[in-house]
């Protein structure tokens, strides 16, 4: 997990790492928006040993559970040998600055480029994104409490440029629009286009069974004969 954290931080790209345990896996049953944030992110390792179980009972083989707290340790030492600066954010005010003081106990040459709380307005949200930006950190660690935590993280890369457009893949369920809904609000006010994949009749699909939410799709995407 290090190894391939610190790859997304040297190629230029970036990339979002999830720590995720029970609860937050518990949540994301009925979360949509924290699902889809999970879904998407570049790298996901089993902080539990009830994640770990429930991967195994699945059929997939995980080396063993990967505790966020050490894989944040571990990736301020890897920062501190290749002079990578790490940006903290969270909590509350003044204790992502006790943090920082405790890492550069442990890691003199550690290069901290910046911190700031975790109970910012989103009025203060741009600030705060211009801070990191401007920072130049290699490794930005966010501390909010887990599902809030993930979603301002998937929020702030699209917010940090690079990203002109973001296509919704959703269900046409109520969860899958109650997501597109989540995401709408939190891009407002960004230089982003957000668009949806349209639903609808499907070529060869026979009328009488298509649910209610299908066929109003259907209709309010109707076009001209011709």
């Known amino acids: 997990a290090v190894g391939r954290a610190v790859e997304m931080a040297t190629s230029g790209l970036g990339g979002h790492v ?5 609860e937050m896996t518990l949540s994301a049953g009925s979360d949509a928006a924290l699902a889809s944030v999970i879904a998407g992110a570049d790298l ?18 995980p080396r063993g559970r990967v505790p966020g707290i050490e894989l944040a340790a571990n990736l ?25 003081d405790a890492m ?14 975790g109970y910012f307005t989103e009025t203060e949200d741009p600030a705060v994104l211009e801070s990191i930006s401007q920072s130049g950190a290699a ?16 929020h702030a890369r699209v917010a940090a440029g690079g990203i002109d457009e973001v296509v919704l893949a959703m269900n046409a369920t109520l969860e899958g629009q109650t997501t597109a809904h989540y ?10 286009r957000l668009t949806q994949l349209a639903h609808g009749l499907p070529v060869g ?10 066929l109003a799709q259907a209709l309010r995407a ?4 011709g």
């Open 205 to 214: 699909g026979e009328l009488d069974y298509l649910d209610e939410g299908t």
């Open 139 to 154: 490794f930005v660690f966010v501390g909010m409490g887990a599902g809030k935590q993930e979603k301002w993280i998937a």
């Open 183 to 192: 995401l709408a609000e939190r891009l407002e006010g960004y230089p982003v």
């Open 18 to 22: 999830v720590t995720l345990n029970p």
């Open 76 to 100: 301020m030492g890897k920062a501190a040998e290749r002079e990578m600066s790490v940006y903290l954010v969270g909590a509350r005010p003044g204790v992502a600055e006790q943090a920082a």
């Open 222 to 225: 109707r076009r001209p004969v």
């Open 104 to 117: 550069l106990s442990v890691f003199p040459s550690l290069k901290v480029s910046g911190t700031h709380h």
């Open 44 to 61: 996901v390792v089993p902080d539990g040993i009830g994640v770990v179980r429930a991967l195994s009972m699945l059929g997939y083989r």
